[in-house]
C-alpha cells in the first residue's frame, strides 16, 4: 500500500541506497526539480527507474510553470514564458486562452515524452497591488475573470496531452505581502474580500483533479494557521470552494510552516490535506517525513485514483512543428486567434 507522501531524489541518477529505500517507504509519487534533469534520455530514465523501484506506475510531479518556473528548459527543452506573457502578447483574452492552452498542450508532450504526468500548474493566484513579487508575472492576468479562463486554458492544454494540471496555491497567494518560502504570511482580509477576489478562480476550477494548498495564515478563516495545516481552510476548500479532487501541500520543507518534518507532516495531514511533498531528495529528512505519514487510505485514496483516472493515455493529436510554430507566432502578436486551425483539429 502506498504511503501519502510525494517524494523527491537527490541527483539525475538513482542510487542503490535510493531504491532500497523508496521502495520501503513507498511514496504515493514523486517530484523532479532542476537538480534531476540533464537531458530527455536521462529524465526518461530517472522515471523508469523511480518506478521500478516502487514496482509501479507511480505518479511523477515537475513544476514547469514557464518563466522563472521551469525546471526543464533550453538546451533541450523550448523556454516557456511566464504567466503574464499570454494576456501582453494579444491584449485580448480570447486569443490569450488560445495561446495559453497551446502552451499547456506542447508543455504536456514535453513531459509525457519524458515520464512525467503532472504538472504543478496552472497558477491561478490572483495578485493584488504590493503584494510580494512571489507570484509577479506568474499571475495569467490582474483580475479574478480573467486568470480563471487563462488557468484554465493552460490545464486543458496539459489534460489533452496525458498530463494532470495541479490549480495552485489554494486558497490564494496573490494577497500575500512575504514570500512563504522564507516566512509565514498573514492574510488579513475579510472574508467577503476574498471571496471576491482570492477564491474566485479556484471556485471556476474547482472540477480540477489536483490542487495545492498555501502556506498563508488567512485570519478570516483560522486566525492562527497556515491553511496547509488548518481545518478550517481545507474545510473552506472543501466546501466553500467546492474542490473535491486531491489536495496536496505546497512543499514542507518552506520556511512558512515550523516545527521539524515529522510535526510538518502529521499537521498538514491532520488538516485534511492527502498528500504531503517533501523535494529535497535528503535522506535523512525524508525519514522524518515518512515518520508523519501513514498509508493513503480512505477519502484521500478515492481521490487520488480518481485524479490517475483523468489521465489520458492517448493524447490529443499534434503536429508538433505546426504547433511550436503557431505558439511562437501567437506570442510574438503575428497571429490572431481566428487565424488557422486550432491545434486540437492539427493532423497527428
Not at 172 to 178: D, E, L, T
Not at 252 to 260: D, I, K
Not at 270 to 290: F, P, S
Request: charged content about 25%.
Amino acid at each position: 500500500m502506498t504511503t501519502a507522501a510525494i517524494l523527491g531524489c537527490a541527483g539525475t541518477v538513482l542510487s542503490a541506497d535510493e531504491r532500497a529505500f523508496f521502495a520501503d517507504a513507498q511514496p504515493w509519487g514523486f517530484i523532479l526539480f532542476r537538480r534531476n534533469v540533464e537531458s530527455p534520455e536521462q529524465v526518461l530514465r530517472l522515471t523508469s527507474d523511480l518506478r521500478d523501484a516502487v514496482g509501479r506506475d507511480a505518479p511523477i510531479l515537475v513544476d514547469q510553470e514557464g518563466g522563472r518556473v521551469q525546471r526543464l528548459g533550453p538546451p533541450h527543452w523550448r523556454k516557456y514564458p511566464p504567466g503574464e506573457a499570454f494576456l501582453k502578447a494579444t491584449n485580448d483574452p480570447l486569443a490569450a486562452r488560445e495561446l495559453a492552452r497551446l502552451g499547456g498542450r506542447l508543455m504536456a508532450h514535453d513531459l509525457k515524452a519524458v515520464g512525467i504526468n503532472i504538472d504543478c500548474a496552472p497558477v491561478i493566484d490572483v495578485p493584488t497591488p504590493g503584494a510580494h513579487d512571489i507570484i509577479g508575472d506568474r499571475a495569467y492576468a490582474q483580475d479574478p475573470a480573467t486568470v480563471a479562463q487563462i488557468g484554465r486554458a493552460v490545464a486543458e492544454g496539459l489534460l489533452a496531452g496525458g498530463v494532470l494540471p495541479v490549480i495552485k496555491h489554494m486558497p490564494g497567494h496573490g494577497r500575500a505581502f512575504a514570500d512563504s518560502h522564507k516566512e509565514l504570511p498573514t492574510v488579513h482580509a475579510d472574508l467577503d474580500a476574498l471571496d471576491g477576489w482570492d477564491f474566485a478562480p479556484f471556485k471556476a476550477l474547482s472540477d480540477m483533479p489536483i490542487g495545492m494548498t498555501a502556506h498563508i495564515v488567512f485570519t478570516a478563516v483560522d486566525k492562527k494557521r497556515p491553511a496547509t495545516q488548518s481545518k478550517k481552510a481545507i474545510k473552506l476548500v472543501r466546501e466553500h470552494l467546492g474542490f473535491g479532487g486531491l489536495l496536496l501541500s505546497d512543499d514542507l520543507c518552506m520556511n512558512a510552516l515550523s516545527g521539524n518534518l515529522t510535526e510538518r507532516a502529521q499537521k498538514s495531514l491532520k488538516a485534511g490535506c492527502d498528500l504531503v511533498i517533501h523535494w529535497t531528495g535528503d535522506r535523512a529528512e525524508m525519514e522524518l517525513v515518512m515518520a508523519g505519514v501513514g498509508k493513503l487510505k480512505g477519502g484521500a485514496k478515492r481521490r487520488a485514483d480518481a485524479a490517475l483516472a483523468r489521465i489520458v493515455h492517448t493524447p490529443e493529436p499534434l503536429d508538433l512543428a505546426e504547433a511550436q510554430d503557431r505558439f511562437d507566432a501567437l506570442l510574438a502578436g503575428r497571429l490572431t486567434a481566428a487565424q488557422g486551425p486550432d491545434v486540437g483539429e492539427a493532423q497527428a
